[in-house]
């Protein structure tokens, strides 16, 4: 009833039907992995890869049409800067007092006319650099041409890769100005006030001011007695002394014998002597003021510490009615006063894509560093993108930003300016406590005041030497627009072959992980084509068994 080797000889052809059924779908599509269910995670991934290298090919594609753009218009600046040389040269021909100046001006406007048609006949594809309508363009700090330049795949993350490309310093022709080739008439001024400021910021030397209440006359038990504080300060305790003054002082002082102080200059020189008999005179000293009839007590700033100051305690005198020639009211006191340069100007100033200026300072006697302040530090200072500083508020904000970490806070009241030094950065107080701000300069001085379109060397009164001058100029901003372009061309070609390499690549990597190993798989086929004939001749035995037993019915008939 039932053939048990047939059964088991269709069993192994159904298994080897399925092999060569597989095998024959990896020879005829060339690939291991074709569909999900060959293999889940190679066909996911291999899936993304393709997806990647496809978008790969977009990125290529314009990689070279950018390329295409820069190139051409590199050969057109090319060109400009070969007619500017030619228009310098017929400037300076135009110099000679027998030339025929109407024959050169005929040339020149056969070299207008090229650097126009140059201009306007830049262009791929519609794109040209050279001949725009950008508003702002003399102010824009950046003009951005972003050309996508590779993929980033990030696990289930996927991103395209942007390469910019300013073209702010491009243009020769700009609709409102701006162009290489037009005027350029900016300028910093006195830079808000910093330029006409080019000195010293000193603090104030610490001083008690005292108005002398006199005459006083000693006897020869009268005395005048006070403790001082040198130079105390918030980063250092200040060294302490006792004083006093009696008859025997002022008479020594004054070359008396009465005890008699007439006047603030004799308290001044009573002062200076009792200074000198407690040990202080090279520390502290008394002065006459500017004021009358005042005197003044201060530190000498020779204590080694960083504090400036003089303060005076436990006054006790014995005169009558505790007179003390002044000392007994304190008008006004500076101390531990810290350096500090103000200035201010009511122009504001504009920094282009290119400009700068700096300054050196040089802090309590150390070398002199170099601030620089360019059009993004302005921007940045300030969170704009315009470039503007305008006088007091903007100026303060600019110089805190620009003096970051050196130790001088910029700060204003909102028309002036003030450069402060730091105490937590520079603890020295009072006329230890200078600055100096040096060799102020910029890198806008005057460009040209006259478009190129615009000269004419038969006006009676035109001024060769300017134009030969800002034709120079123009000549040199063309030259580094060439360079830029030259520059981004070999990005462009570099950022190519490393697409078409990564694109190999990719490809690559996909095909070990889905293509099929032709030669083990042709191999494979002709092996299970073997076995399938084996198994069919397996089957075919197994049949003729109920045969045989058939024949032994016969025979017994």
Do not use: C
């Not at 005929?106 to 207008?112: A, R, S, V």
């Not at 001082?228 to 980063?235: K, N, Q, R």
């Not at 008699?260 to 005179?281: E, T």
């Amino acid at each position: 009833m039932t053939n048990t080797a047939a059964v088991n000889a269709v069993a192994i052809l159904r298994t080897i039907d399925t092999s060569l059924t597989e095998t024959q779908s990896r020879v005829s599509s060339g690939l291991r992995v074709r569909v999900a269910k060959d293999d889940a995670a190679y066909w996911s991934i291999a899936t993304s890869m393709k997806s990647d290298n496809s978008a790969l090919s977009s990125v290529s594609d314009a990689l070279g049409l950018s390329k295409a753009v820069v190139d051409t218009q590199y050969s057109a600046m090319s060109s400009t800067i070969d007619v500017l040389a030619e228009f310098k040269n017929k400037l300076v021909a135009a110099k000679e007092s027998s030339v025929d100046r109407p024959q050169i001006q005929t040339e020149l406007d056969q070299l207008k006319t090229s650097l126009q048609a140059i201009a306007a006949g830049a262009t791929f594809n519609g794109v040209s650099r050279l001949q725009t309508d950008i508003p702002g363009l003399a102010y824009a700090s950046s003009v951005n041409q972003s050309l996508p330049a590779s993929i980033i795949r990030s696990g289930s993350s996927f991103s395209v890769q942007n390469l910019n490309f300013d073209v702010a310093g491009l243009s020769l022709f700009n609709s409102d100005g701006g162009g290489i080739l037009q005027k350029d008439q900016n300028s910093l001024g006195t830079i808000d006030g910093l330029r006409s400021n080019n000195g010293i910021g000193y603090g104030y030397l610490n001083q008690a001011n005292y108005k002398f209440t006199g005459p006083i006359t000693f006897t020869a038990s009268d005395s005048i007695s006070f403790d001082v504080l040198i130079d105390d300060g918030p980063y250092a305790a200040g060294i302490p002394g006792s004083v006093t003054l009696d008859k025997a002082t002022v008479d020594a002082a004054l070359g008396t014998t009465d005890g008699l102080i007439n006047n603030r200059a004799q308290m001044v020189a009573v002062l200076n002597k009792a200074f000198s008999d407690a040990g202080l005179s090279s520390l502290v000293g008394a002065w006459t003021s500017s004021v009358p009839n005042q005197f003044e007590l201060s530190s000498r700033e020779t204590s080694g510490l960083p504090g400036s100051s003089l303060s005076l305690s436990n006054l006790n005198s014995t005169l009558p009615s505790g007179a003390a020639g002044g000392l007994e009211n304190l008008l006004s006191s500076v101390e531990n006063n810290y350096a500090a340069l103000g200035f201010w100007e009511t122009q504001s100033f504009r920094l282009k894509k290119d400009d700068m200026f700096s300054f050196d300072i040089s802090i309590q006697g150390n070398p002199k560093t170099t601030i620089t302040v360019t059009r993004s530090v302005v921007d940045a200072a300030l969170g704009t993108d315009d470039g503007i500083v305008n006088p007091g508020h903007d100026m303060g904000v600019l110089m805190n930003y620009a003096l970051s970490g050196s130790g001088i806070i910029g700060t204003d009241d909102g028309f002036a300016t003030q450069l402060e030094i730091d105490p937590d950065v520079w603890h020295k107080a009072g006329m230890q406590s200078h600055f100096v701000i040096s060799n102020i300069q910029d890198n806008v001085g005057s460009g040209p005041d006259f478009d190129i379109v615009d000269v004419d060397v038969t006006n009676p009164s035109a001024d060769l030497d300017n134009y030969i001058s800002g034709v120079e100029q123009m000549y040199q901003k063309a030259v580094r627009a060439g360079s830029a372009l030259g520059s981004m061309g070999e990005r462009l070609e570099m950022q190519s072959n490393f697409v078409a390499n990564l694109q190999d690549s990719l490809s690559k990597g996909i095909g070990r992980l889905i293509d099929a190993d032709m030669e083990k798989e042709s191999a494979k086929l002709a092996a299970i084509q073997v076995q399938q004939q084996l198994s069919t001749v397996s089957l075919n035995i197994a049949n003729q068994s109920p045969q045989i037993l058939l024949a032994l019915f016969r025979t017994a008939n």
